[in-house]
């Protein structure tokens, strides 16, 4: 591409960074939310709303320019425009979307910082403390997300190695899949850990804005109004569409009815696996990845999880890690150069070796996100304490941490 | 006076009303409730993990009457709440010691 300002690209990526924005508040928020106990309504939808405030100050402060900064070592980006100080004003083009403004690009890349730390609550709701939660984010971010963005997205070492990653299969699912875990894992298991649904109307509302807002998610990682954008919006969707009916099936199959729940699961689960392919892979390879990423799904969340007993509330580890895997492994089978010139494509297409980037890919960033997350939790834990008191637990969160309720009688 | 609680089928709401109010009973205060009966065994699926709930959601329509007006309330509740399968729900009769009307102070039967 020339880098010359595009005004089509540049709309086209206004309006995908706006709709990444929608599937974290309120998205995520309300599918969250619905899930859980009434009286954590509140605190469930607060976790997500408060990680994406946090995130859009640091991301601008420094968050930018370490993940996407003049690269050192392949580790991490220089920061040279803290505070986002001359980078709107000298009115540059970025790097790495040559047809925009950097700084939509700087915001775009926000989005996906902000909905990835939002992702990971869902593993701690009910029990994790709300100071906690704040000091998480910020630490988080700065030594977790942000490092794995440079290796993959910023010219870092995964990037220079040629592994792939359209819009975060590793880099937003993996990453906030091994984090939740970790926390998990360090915060324990909740006193009630049965997933009956609250309110399964807000789940509704909240997988539809995910599901409308992952084309910003994985079409605007075209980074233009190109034809690649098509092809990720149309992979996208249906990928998604064959997750709700893969999940569908093997609720039919194990449990003898289909659930709406199941649908939505499915669904969340197909556009999760979807994502690192989303610009690399074609209609016919969406629906396999569609297919076998809400098949583990289904087993991770109905039997893994049970069966190794940890607490992963809302399936982050089950739904997204499972199905980030699965995708980004994917792409180093169906990856074709027909769909995205610029890349050699995968194992089907003559390139064997992709495969064996990605695992590595999946690996590094799954090790990383697990060991510093349970390195950042132990030190939370140590100091302010992870966990809410056992009488907040059982008179639930949002009285005892916020002192509002989600539903009163008049 | 007697207390009636009657415990519904919530779909049934509108015609055990409208039966009620044929026969002149328009005071009642509906609540919506959870609860079983002698049909064990209900279960709810959520993401392939079945949970035992054994909670149904019912309606609840309590309604105080004179003695004498008290067969014909609960003739017209089963009459037009009885679907005849399991479910159907209950009626609950007890005395009332008093009532008064908070607006007048006015107690007993004219209060009703």
């Given at each position: ?410 | ?6 415990i519904i089928r919530p779909?049934k709401l ?16 509906i609540k919506d409730v ?23 959601p019912k309606t609840e329509i ?27 729900g ?23």
């Amino acid at each position: 591409m020339d880098p010359v300002f595009n005004s089509g690209d540049t709309a086209w990526m206004l309006i995908s960074t706006a709709l990444v924005i929608l599937m974290t508040i309120p998205g995520l928020a309300l599918f969250y939310g619905g899930l859980i106990r009434r009286e954590n309504v509140l605190n469930t939808i607060f976790l997500s709303f408060v990680a994406f405030a946090i995130v859009s100050i640091l991301w601008f402060i420094y968050g930018y320019d370490l993940a996407f900064g003049q690269n050192i070592y392949g580790f991490i980006g220089a920061l040279s425009n803290p505070f986002f100080n001359n980078v709107v004003e000298s009115n540059v083009l970025s790097t790495y979307a040559p047809t925009i403004p950097e700084g939509l690009y700087a915001v775009f890349e926000m989005t996906f910082a902000a909905i990835t730390v939002a992702l990971i609550s869902g593993a701690v709701v009910e029990r994790m403390k709300f100071t906690a939660w704040l000091a998480f984010i910020p630490v988080w971010l700065t030594l977790v997300y942000i490092p794995v963005a440079h290796w993959m997205w910023g010219g870092g070492w995964l990037a220079q190695m040629g592994a792939l990653d359209f819009a975060g299969g590793t880099v937003v699912h993996l990453n906030s899949a091994m984090a939740a875990l970790a926390l998990v894992l360090l915060i324990g298991v909740r006193k009630n850990k049965k997933l009956l649904p609250h309110h399964l109307g807000y789940s509704v509302i909240g997988t539809g804005l995910l599901w409308f807002g992952w084309f910003g998610f994985n079409a605007g990682s075209a980074l233009g109004a190109t034809n690649l954008a098509v092809s990720a919006m149309i992979v996208t969707n249906s990928a998604a569409a064959m997750g709700m009916l893969t999940w569908m099936l093997m609720d039919k199959l194990k449990t003898g009815k289909p659930t709406l729940l199941g649908a939505l699961s499915g669904a969340i689960a197909g556009l999760a696996c979807i994502t690192p392919a989303a610009g690399y892979v074609n209609f016919s390879a969406s629906l396999i990845i569609g297919f076998a990423g809400s098949f583990c799904a289904y087993y991770a969340v109905s039997s893994l999880k049970s069966r190794l007993g940890y607490d992963d509330a809302l399936d982050v580890f089950g739904i997204h890690g499972i199905c980030g895997i699965v995708g980004t492994i994917s792409v180093g089978f169906f990856a074709t150069s027909a769909i995205n010139s610029s890349i050699k494509g995968g194992l089907l297409y003559g390139n064997p070796g992709q495969l064996g980037i990605q695992l590595l890919a999946v690996l590094a960033i799954g090790a990383y996100s697990l060991i510093m997350t349970l390195i950042i939790g132990k030190i939370i834990d140590k100091t302010i304490g992870l966990r809410v008191e056992n009488e907040q637990e059982i008179n639930g969160l949002d009285i005892t941490l916020h002192e509002e309720s989600g539903y009163r009688l008049s | 006076m007697k207390k009636i609680i009657a415990i519904i089928r919530p779909n049934k709401l509108e015609d055990v009303k409208q039966a009620l109010e044929e026969i002149g009973c328009h005071g009642l205060t509906i609540k919506d409730v959870k609860g079983r009966g002698r049909q064990l065994g209900i279960t709810e699926s959520y993401r392939g993990q079945d949970y035992n709930v054994d909670l149904l959601p019912k309606t609840e329509i309590e309604i105080v009457t004179k003695d004498d007006e008290v067969e014909d309330v609960v003739k017209s509740i089963v009459k037009t709440g009885r679907t005849g399968n399991i479910g159907d729900g209950k009626i609950f009769i007890s005395n009332v010691e008093d009532v008064v009307r908070i607006r007048t102070g006015e107690r007993g039967d004219k209060a009703i």
